[in-house]
Nanobody, 126 residues
Framework: QVQVAESGGGLVQAGGSLRLSCAIS????????MGWFRQAPGKEREFVAA????????YYADSVRGRFIISTDNARITVYLQMNSLKPEDAAVYYC???????????????????WGQGTQVTVSS
C-alpha cells in the first residue's frame, strides 16, 4: 500500500522559514514527478513546485520561485520543500503528490497526480 505523508508544517512569522517533508513508502517513485501543492481557505488548490525523483529537474510557481526549494533524498525516500522568506499569503495546507512520467498535461495539473498525502498546515503570522 502506497503511503505519502507530509510533515513539518507549523506557525512561523513572516520572513521566517520552514521545511516540509514528504515521506513515501509502498512503491518506488523513480519514474515519477513529485510535486507540492497548497490550498488556502476559500481558494482552489494550486501548484507550488515539482521535481523529478533524481532531482535533476525542478519547477516552481512564479509566486514561490526564488524563495522555495524542492529537493529529494533518495536514501530516505523523502521529498522536501524548503520555504524561505515566508509571506502571509503562503499560509495554506500543503500537499505532496506524485505523478508518473508521461502522464500528459502540465505539472501544474493536479488531476495528473495519482498519489496524494493528507496535507500539513502552514500558518504565517504578519
Amino acid at each position: 500500500q502506497v503511503q505519502v505523508a507530509e510533515s513539518g508544517g507549523g506557525l512561523v512569522q513572516a520572513g521566517g522559514s520552514l521545511r516540509l517533508s514528504c515521506a513515501i513508502s509502498g512503491r518506488t517513485f523513480t519514474t515519477y514527478y513529485m510535486g507540492w501543492f497548497r490550498q488556502a481557505p476559500g481558494k482552489e488548490r494550486e501548484f507550488v513546485a515539482a521535481i523529478t525523483w533524481s532531482g535533476g529537474e525542478s519547477y516552481y510557481a512564479d509566486s514561490v520561485r526564488g524563495r522555495f526549494i524542492i529537493s529529494t533524498d533518495n536514501a530516505r525516500i523523502t521529498v522536501y520543500l524548503q520555504m524561505n522568506s515566508l509571506k502571509p499569503e503562503d499560509a495554506a495546507v500543503y500537499y505532496c503528490a506524485g505523478r508518473p512520467y508521461g502522464s500528459g498535461g502540465t505539472l501544474e495539473d493536479e488531476s495528473r497526480y495519482n498519489y496524494w498525502g493528507q496535507g500539513t498546515q502552514v500558518t504565517v503570522s504578519s
